[in-house]
């Protein structure tokens, strides 16, 4: 015996409203457009206008990535802190009790317990984000 409440359930014609939205990943390129179309048309005026100050503000949409850059973002990190000096020894009693803590809770330490100096970043001013959206010629 089926348990499901029959309110709950979609009427035919919701599903296939829907269906569109779940199978993003089995449409052909050509109903994908349609369909982002369908979607742009039916937004309200408001959201037009929210969009196109977002659009204003934040600059055009940012290229796709090259292979290259696919494969500096995917490299192994083990190249990066070679270079680095331990922070802390690896017989250190403290370092020992705590990674013994981390791994009974199930957690897996850090192999080499170093750290960049870092500066944090700075927000760019206002005058600084205009005179970058003209430079990109918007």
Do not use: C, Q
């Amino acid at each position: 015996m089926n348990d499901t409440d029959p309110d709950l359930l979609l009427s035919p014609a919701e599903e296939r409203e829907l269906l569109p939205s779940r199978l993003m990943g089995l449409m052909s390129l050509e109903e994908r457009e349609v369909h982002a179309r369908e979607i742009l048309a039916r937004r309200t005026p408001r959201e037009k206008i929210v969009d196109g100050l977002r659009r204003a503000w934040y600059g055009p949409d940012p290229e796709p990535l090259t292979d290259e850059e696919m494969r500096m973002i995917m490299r192994p990190r083990d190249d990066e802190d070679d270079g680095l000096p331990e922070r802390v020894p690896p017989d250190d009693p403290e370092r020992l009790a705590w990674e013994a803590e981390l791994r009974a809770i199930g957690v897996r330490p850090a192999r080499k317990w170093n750290f960049p100096v870092r500066e944090p970043f700075r927000r760019p001013s206002l005058w600084e984000r205009i005179k970058y959206r003209v430079s990109r010629g918007w």
